[in-house]
């Protein structure tokens, strides 16, 4: 086949435009290689906006004695706090223990224990969960993270929430992170190393020519463009096995495992800022963590969900399971009518042959194919704590095939925004407090911990609200959204106040439904003016 003539050339191209795609574009860029990103989406509009929103090692993997996958996620805890202080901090997790809990489970740790100990069938004994927690504390060489404590909840103010029988819980340390910002800033930061960031554009086809690919794509105004890669990337997630069987057409052995994890929003349940770690009767764990100042966020199930097409919810019964497991623990019994908002996301899991989703893997499993010609590297698993070390590891195999600049280079780089202090948030909130007095406690804050040291440029010299521009509520203006459309890709109402924010908690349908077309309006007219 003749090379095409608009083909634009690039050493790497990446499919799929989540954690995992943005997170090899960045240290690709940064490491000399041409890089172009295509998602046929917003950035993150998949599974990477649809976590339990946390950096953590997975303190129940340890049950599955996946002790590699939990160290490397506990030591990655630390480097990442480092390189971005205003979307992650720390968050303390306190998990309540009663003598009498029991629960079913299929762990190695629980068969093992029940062969061993058969008086403990059906029980987490109060020294196993503690020699947990020994080895949560000193597997990843903390440093900057509070050790485990225990806690007497008569007394404590985490024991005011719970039901009279929880006296006693464990609290640990782990760490917080705004999933979907985090996918931009790395796609912002590989933009700025020279990669090409491309949303909303269709990857339709990849075919191997000798040593390049031909990859065809069509964008949002339905042009068809090309490009020719030395090296394909995909990171499609839940649609790298449609991406391999339709797109790359390859004819490869290896399966992904689908697995919907649903969430509930409540107003908020509890006063003070620390997370719970609540333990099911089903040998599952769900979290109920403070969210977006007034809500509570209760996650997450564990589902099949066998087709990549089909759109994920949370179901009346994920929702129903959810209610029901914190209504086993929390003294305020909740209902369905306490839930504001549900979100659902599926985890492209590798397929290691796990009896159920709960114990399918989260490790990451990368395969590279040359046998054809030109190599292409098919990302499986991963979570998001880790997709650093997953592009690290990314990178030393497409350095098999493509020459590097340097070595890996990104661990404790900030990305945008974040170059401060792990603890100068509340610095920079009152600076901004100072140099605005407009601004509310709330708008300050929130402005902080969205853009960190770029919330000055968001603001610009503005003296009162009114220089912001237009009020869309919720303390989202004219600027703010100037902002996201210029530097962070948003197009639309939704990419703004779900993605790029929370903010639709708070929003009315009317004011989202004028958010929407206040901005379909600027696209149509070119890039958007700044506020007047």
């Known amino acids: 086949m003749a090379r095409p003539a608009q083909a634009q050339e690039t050493d790497l191209f990446i499919i799929g435009g989540g954690i995992n795609g943005c997170g090899i574009a960045r240290d690709a860029a940064g490491r000399g290689l041409s890089v172009t990103l295509a998602e046929m989406n917003d950035l993150a509009s998949a599974t990477s906006s649809a976590s339990t929103k946390l950096f953590h090692g997975g303190l129940r993997y340890l049950e599955y004695f996946e002790f590699r996958l939990v160290r490397e996620a506990l030591i990655e805890r630390e480097v990442l706090l480092k390189a971005m202080p205003h979307i992650s901090w720390p968050m303390r997790f306190v998990l309540p223990y009663h003598e009498d809990m029991r629960f079913e489970s299929d762990t190695p740790t629980s068969k093992l224990l029940s062969r061993v100990m058969p008086w403990m069938r059906g029980r987490r004994p109060a020294w196993l969960i503690r020699l947990g927690l020994f080895l949560y504390d000193t597997l990843g060489g903390r440093k900057i993270l509070p050790a485990t404590a225990t806690l007497n909840l008569r007394n404590a103010p985490e024991g005011a929430p719970l039901q009279d029988r929880f006296e006693k819980a464990f609290e640990y340390s782990d760490c917080w992170v705004e999933d ?63 991406i391999i069987q339709t797109r790359v057409r390859l004819n490869s052995r290896e399966g992904v495992r689908l697995v919907r994890g649903s969430h509930i929003v409540t107003r908020r349940l509890y006063d003070h800022d620390k997370c719970y770690f609540f333990q099911g009767t089903d040998g599952r ?58 979100y659902s996301g599926v985890r492209p899991l590798y397929d290691d042959g796990a009896s159920s989703a709960t114990a399918a893997t989260r490790d990451y499993t990368l395969k590279v194919d040359s046998t054809g010609g030109a190599p292409v590297l098919n990302i499986f698993g991963g979570k998001i704590t880790t997709y650093r070390r997953l592009a690290d590891s990314a990178l030393e195999k497409i350095g098999q095939h493509l020459k590097l600049s340097r070595g890996p280079w990104t661990a404790g780089v900030p990305l945008p925004g974040g170059d401060f202090p792990v603890d100068g948030v509340e610095d920079l909130v009152t600076e901004l407090e100072r140099d605005h007095p407009f601004l509310s406690a709330f708008w300050a804050r929130r402005l902080v911990r969205a853009y960190g040291t770029e919330a000055r440029e968001v603001l ?73």
């Open 180 to 242: 979907s910002r985090l996918v931009v800033l790395n796609a912002r930061d590989a933009e700025a190393r020279g990669a090409r960031i491309l949303i909303r554009t269709e990857v339709l086809s990849a075919t191997r020519e000798g040593d390049h690919w031909l990859v065809e794509t069509r964008n949002s105004e339905k042009e068809t463009v090309q490009y020719r890669a030395r090296m394909l990337v995909n990171a499609g997630g839940p649609w790298v096995g449609d």
């Open 285 to 342: 764990i769900i979290f109920a963590i403070p969210y977006e100042s007034d809500f509570t966020l209760i996650g997450t199930t564990d589902a099949e969900h066998p087709d990549p097409s089909e759109k994920p919810r949370c179901t009346p019964e994920e929702q129903a399971y959810l209610i029901d497991f914190a209504n086993q623990y929390f003294k305020q019994e909740l209902t369905l009518e306490d839930i504001v908002w549900t």
């Open 460 to 532: 610009g010299d503005a003296k009162r609200a009114e220089d912001l521009g237009r009020d869309f509520g919720a303390t989202l203006t004219q600027a703010e959204v100037t902002w996201l459309m210029r530097h962070e890709y948003a197009r639309s109402a939704e990419d703004v106040v779900w993605r790029r924010s929370k903010l639709g908690l708070r929003l009315s349908a009317e004011q989202i439904a004028a958010l929407d077309t206040w901005m379909t309006d600027q696209g149509a007219r070119g890039a958007p003016a700044a506020a007047e």
